[in-house]
């Protein structure tokens, strides 16, 4: 069990907190346990930016192209990497404060606004370096390469995240506990993850002399790009002063192309999570000779035998510029049947994240529930009316418990084009309605 506090804060703060505009005074604490929960907080304050987007994109001739498929991965996959931390602490915040308790060596005030500022400088600057070596590692681009494997670029890209990168990404921040209160550090961890969300648009174009101090929504187009010129630069958190001291800035200029250099051509969502993981593992044992399994490892995931440790830029498929995002078509009664199972999704994923004690059986059933494959659908569909009638999901407005269900029933009895189908179908029913059963008794 996890104990996740709930700290409010108010509508000002929560947009503040967004563009990393909250004060020392309003930011510091003594305890880690005072620290509000600011990520879990910013979930409608994200959705309203999102819609927002696309409203201004429907009025705009060049607005940005939001695809349903994409939008539903891209935070599917920010849900999944958030779901670890509803059963235990991060190990960021863990292992930061284990280093804190035993190896410190001063003992920075909590409450100073020096100590705030030097943790904002230390966190961005940590990040900048995790974040290069996750591009730079081809066993940490296992992990970064799903932020980077939408071919599209919005709001809900930043959402994009992996469900593994949290177990690498710790190691960048721990020279600050050496000195900083775990309590500045867990302020400043969220507020440099926060800042990053707001600038994955295309709606905003240049932001004049801000361009040479913030990452901005242009430097990061960059670095989303996979046009040669955009290949491993702007690795900046909120400061893009970091990639101008180290050598990694690069200006926007020719139009981007989103993506990975190779696209993965999907949206299943335990593919575009997980898939990096099996061809690292083939290509370590197809290539010859210790030295070079090693670099397949810890070198970048451009790197072939006789190639520089980045790889070579030359290596990179030419991009013409009239390169089309990977788009299945879906019948309308499937784009609507999609989003009303993604609405559900998202209001039990919130009632998880507002409980004061979160089990792992909780988070296990809420990821069999929502992440099944496709081939399973009509199983879920099953435990979602289980699950529901059992208390485990329980629908904003109580009206929609009965459509859900009647909708899922349908759902059910719909596929019946062979006998073992049709059976296993029918068993499924029964057991939701003998589970139903001994719930009324």
């Not at 993604?342 to 059933?365: E, H, K, R």
Request: charged share 15%; net charge negative; glycine share 4%.
């Amino acid at each position: 069990m996890a104990r996740v506090e709930v700290t409010n804060v108010t509508v000002s703060q929560g947009v503040r907190m967004l563009f990393s505009l909250m004060t020392p005074n309003e930011s510091s604490f003594a305890t880690v346990r005072e620290v509000p929960t600011y990520v879990n907080q910013a979930t409608p304050y994200f959705i309203g930016l999102i819609l927002l987007e696309i409203v201004l994109g429907w009025l705009k001739t060049d607005g940005p192209r939001i695809k349903i498929n994409d939008f539903i991965t891209s935070l599917s996959a920010g849900m999944m990497s958030r779901l670890p931390q509803l059963v235990m602490r991060s190990l960021e915040l863990s292992a930061y404060i284990y280093v804190w308790n035993n190896f410190r060596v001063l003992e920075l005030p909590w409450d100073s606004a020096w100590t705030w500022w030097l943790a904002f400088l230390g966190v961005d600057m940590g990040y900048y370096w995790f974040h290069r070596f996750a591009h730079e590692l081809n066993f940490l681009w296992a992990a970064h390469q799903v932020h980077h494997s939408s071919e599209y670029y919005n709001l809900s890209t930043a959402l994009r995240q992996s469900v593994t990168q949290q177990f690498s990404s710790w190691v960048f921040y721990l020279p600050l506990a050496l000195m900083v209160p775990p309590s500045v550090f867990a302020v400043h961890i969220q507020f440099n993850l926060l800042y990053q969300f707001w600038i994955h648009t295309e709606l905003v174009k240049n932001l004049g002399p801000l361009e040479w101090i913030l990452n901005t929504p242009s430097h990061h187009r960059v670095h989303h790009g996979r046009n040669p010129y955009c290949i491993d630069k702007n690795y900046a958190g909120i400061l893009i002063i970091w990639d101008r001291m180290f050598g990694t800035f690069t200006p926007e200029s020719d139009k981007v192309i989103y993506g990975l250099t190779h696209p993965i051509s999907t949206f299943e969502i335990w593919t575009v999570e997980f898939l990096y993981y099996p061809y690292l593992w083939q290509r370590f044992w197809e290539t010859e000779g210790i030295s070079n399994k090693l670099s397949i490892i810890f070198k970048g995931p451009g790197w072939t035998p006789g190639k520089p440790r980045l790889g070579d830029i030359a290596d990179i498929p030419q991009i013409t510029g009239e390169e089309m995002p990977h788009d299945p078509a879906w019948s309308p009664a499937m784009q609507a049947y999609v989003f009303v199972q993604f609405m559900l999704l998202i209001d039990v994923y919130n009632n998880l994240l507002m409980y004061q004690m979160v089990s792992t059986v909780s988070v296990f059933f809420f990821i069999l529930f929502f992440y099944f494959p496709s081939e399973l659908e009509m199983l879920r569909c099953v435990l979602i009316v289980a699950l529901q009638r059992f208390g485990y999901i329980k629908p904003l407005v109580p009206l929609l418990a009965f459509l859900i269900e009647v909708s899922l029933t349908d759902t059910l009895m719909y596929d019946s084009r062979c006998m073992a189908q049709l059976t296993i179908k029918l068993l499924c029913v029964f057991l939701a309605l003998a589970a139903w059963a001994v719930h009324l008794s």
